[in-house]
């Protein structure tokens, strides 16, 4: 199928990259890269989680300067 797209320039350049690097024509190369596309496209991604830990302070982070004061404080004494 004969079409028109227009593509963002890191994909052109990804396509133009390896249009060259294999001696395959754009099309083609536009055509391999749509379909690692695909492949990938079925894996589950992992769901974020955010990890936490305990530093023995109770920061009211509203005050941005003041938890990191805080947290400097902390720090020092810790490496007394």
């Known amino acids: ?3 028109t797209v227009r593509l963002d320039p890191e994909v052109a350049a990804a396509a133009e990259r390896l249009s ?3 001696h395959i024509g754009l ?5 391999e890269l749509a379909r ?3 492949a990938c496209g ?4 992992t769901r974020f989680r955010q990890r936490t830990a305990s ?3 109770k920061i009211d982070v509203t ?3 003041e938890a990191l004061e805080l947290l400097d404080e902390h720090d020092a004494e810790a490496s007394r």
């Open 1 to 3: 199928m004969r079409t």
């Open 20 to 22: 060259r690097e294999r």
């Open 27 to 31: 099309g083609e190369a536009l055509n």
């Open 36 to 38: 690692m596309g695909l």
């Open 42 to 45: 079925g894996e589950k991604t």
């Open 55 to 57: 530093v023995g302070l």
């Open 63 to 65: 005050d941005i300067a």
